[in-house]
């Protein structure tokens, strides 16, 4: 009785990130999977356990769900469906024994097999034939204690030193479905540019990768290029850059080490019923036919590159809730981390796949708010488990998405502010100008000097 009722634990868990048996729409995270992963990285029990690996696994993606709460209170989430069976509860030091057992190896493996470009059918991430992707870095905080510090350290912020050590994670993200298609994450002793360097193999031929100032390091550049993919990176107005050649829209071509690539100067101006606000760009693009790149979409494509901003909204603010990661050691921040990556990607997966069941829908609407309160949902209610009837719970995400619709993306008028305290950004949230204004933005190409 008492396998049998953790097998329906595992049923209840797989509802949300793989609809199994129950399911006939999307497998996003399949027992199979889930299976493979455990004997590739040696993981399987050797013998019966009351929690075993599989269980684990699929107890670490609730936990992602569910960031607020101990390991004992989601699994007893997971069990709220099943109040007819005889189930065992597991022990808190149970619970941490299963998930030191398994170690952080099989959710790498597991988010390496589910990670990559979301499959839509939307023109929402594709410019004139390239896969528009993004690279940026964040920080999230982990449990101050010792075995943390010993890695981990508080990093110096604006307004004084961090009160939780923090760690660094850089990822490369596909705009449009804000996927993820690569991630890597460590001490923040090491500089993004560093962890953009791990990111390397996740480039191909047929990307284009937006960055800001930090990544327009001449060696970074040339790296990231010698992938195959091309670059669009934002660089400081007053950088000096040798002419090779001048191109007919005022564009000019430079060489950065052995890279040609091409600067394009704008100004951009923003006007409301406040007033014209402007702005100079430069960017670096390896694009250098202004005929088949024209300059001026490449300056309004670069606005994408915001797409990463957001998904690291909803994985710190959304999923985490601004709260610190649960584990006190870096082997089990590593795990946790891995975790939150696949559920992430789990969800964005169903979103992507709602949107695309409705034509003409921009993925930008999908609410990730609203997939993720439906995923929690369908996760306590263990719906399908005991009845045994076919339902198609991804399919009850999407619907919810789909139901809740937001609205077209605005135009962002306004400059990045933080109002969290402990940010290096000055907090200015009582100023925030919260009107909605309609607005109409001028680009002008200007002429790049060198």
């Known amino acids: 009785m008492e396998q049998a009722a953790i097998t329906r634990t595992v049923e209840v868990a797989a509802g949300v990130f793989a609809p199994g048996h129950i399911g006939e729409l999307t497998r996003i ?30 107890l670490l993606l609730a936990a992602a769900l569910f960031n607020g709460l101990g390991y004992q209170q989601v699994f007893d989430r997971l069990c709220a469906g099943l109040g007819g069976l005889a189930l065992l509860r597991p022990s808190g030091s149970a619970l941490r024994q299963a998930r030191q057992r398994l170690g952080p190896a099989p959710m790498k493996a597991l988010f390496d ?9 939307a023109a929402a991430g594709r410019w004139r034939g390239l896969r528009v992707v993004a690279v940026d870095g964040t920080l999230l905080p982990v449990p101050d204690c010792p075995a943390n510090l010993a890695v981990f350290t508080r990093q110096r912020l604006g307004n004084g030193t961090s009160g939780y050590p923090q760690l660094r994670l850089a990822a490369l993200v596909a705009c449009g479905t804000r996927s993820v298609i690569g991630a890597v994450f460590g001490p923040a002793t090491h500089g993004e540019l560093e962890y953009a360097r791990r990111l390397v193999d996740s480039l191909r031929a047929g990307m284009l990768l937006l960055g800001d100032r930090n990544f327009a390091s ?5 790296q990231l290029a010698a992938t195959g993919a091309d670059l669009l990176v934002r660089c400081k107005t007053n950088r000096n850059l040798p002419l090779v050649a001048r191109c007919h829209d005022g564009s000019i071509l430079t060489r950065i080490g052995p890279l040609t690539m091409r600067v394009i100067d704008a100004e951009i101006a923003i006007r409301t019923a406040q007033g014209t606000r402007t702005g100079h760009y430069r960017l670096l693009t390896t694009l250098t036919d202004p005929t088949a790149h024209p300059a001026g979409e490449l300056v309004r494509l670069y606005h994408e590159r915001w797409e990463i901003e957001t998904a690291y909204a909803e994985l710190k603010s959304t999923i985490l809730g601004g709260r610190v990661l649960r584990a006190r050691t870096p082997e089990g921040i590593e795990q946790e981390v891995w975790a939150l990556l696949t559920a992430y990607q789990a969800l964005r997966t169903a979103m992507t796949d709602a949107t695309d069941s409705a ?12 997939a993720l309160a439906a995923a929690r949902d369908q996760l306590v209610l263990a719906a399908g488990v005991i009845t045994s009837t076919d339902t198609d719970l991804v399919g009850t995400i999407g619907r919810h998405v789909l139901a809740h619709l937001l609205p077209a993306r605005r135009v962002r008028t306004k400059d990045r502010i933080v109002k969290r305290a ?29």
């Open 29 to 58: 995270v399949p027992f199979e999977m889930v299976d493979a992963v455990l004997a590739e990285t040696g993981a399987v029990q050797r013998r019966v356990r009351l929690v075993p690996a599989r269980v684990t696994v699929y």
């Open 422 to 450: 402990i940010s290096k950004y000055n907090a200015r949230g009582p100023a925030i100008d919260r009107t909605t204004y309609k607005a109409t933005i001028n680009i002008t190409m200007l002429t790049s000097s060198p």
């Open 113 to 121: 097999l589910v990670s990559g470009p979301a499959a839509t059918t």
């Open 218 to 222: 001449a060696a970074l550049m040339n």
């Open 359 to 370: 034509s003409g829908t921009d993925p930008d609407r999908a609410g990730f708010t609203t």
